[in-house]
Each structure stands twice: as C-alpha cells, then as structure tokens.
C-alpha cells in the first residue's frame, strides 16, 4: 500500500499541470466566443435608418422598373388616344 501512495503523489504535479493548462484555454475559448458573439450582434442590428433606407431601395427599384414598363410598351394617357379612323 506504501507503494500506491508514492505513485499518487508523483502524479499530482502533472495532474495539477493539466488542470492549469485547461483553465487558461478556457478562459481563451471563453473570450473568443464572447468577441464572436459581440460582433455578430454588431452586424446584425435592425436600426430603424436600416431598416428605411432598405424599404426607400427597395421602392426606387420598383418605380423604376414601372417607368421602364410604361416607356417601353407605349403606354399612353386615356385622354390623348387620338382615333385614326376620325382623322
């Protein structure tokens, strides 16, 4: 039984040693995942200036594409249709 204990207490520096070494990687992953979820909260932010600025983009795109619509089909105003057949 001497022999168990000597054997235990040999070992305890490298035990020790590990649970130092785990703890200083911890505390590392630990900040790590704390900037990681710091700048994704960062990009991910619905402001209301964002959130404007993209319903104002997305109403340009869709006035614009009208007004190609209209320009490109010929489309004329109900007042201004001149009958051929009259003329």
Do not use: C
């Not at 995942?33 to 109403?59: D, R, W, Y």
């Not at 007004?67 to 009259?86: F, I, R």
């Amino acid at each position: 039984m001497g022999r168990k204990d000597t054997t235990a207490q040999q070992s305890q520096p490298l035990d020790q040693y590990r649970k130092q070494i785990g703890k200083q990687d911890w505390k590392k992953s630990k900040k790590d995942v704390k900037s990681m979820k710091q700048k994704a909260a960062e990009t991910n932010e619905f402001t209301p200036q964002n959130i404007l600025l993209i319903i104002g983009l997305i109403v340009t795109v869709l006035s614009g594409l009208y007004m190609l619509l209209v320009w490109h089909l010929g489309v004329t105003p109900a007042g201004d249709v001149k009958d051929k057949a009259h003329v």
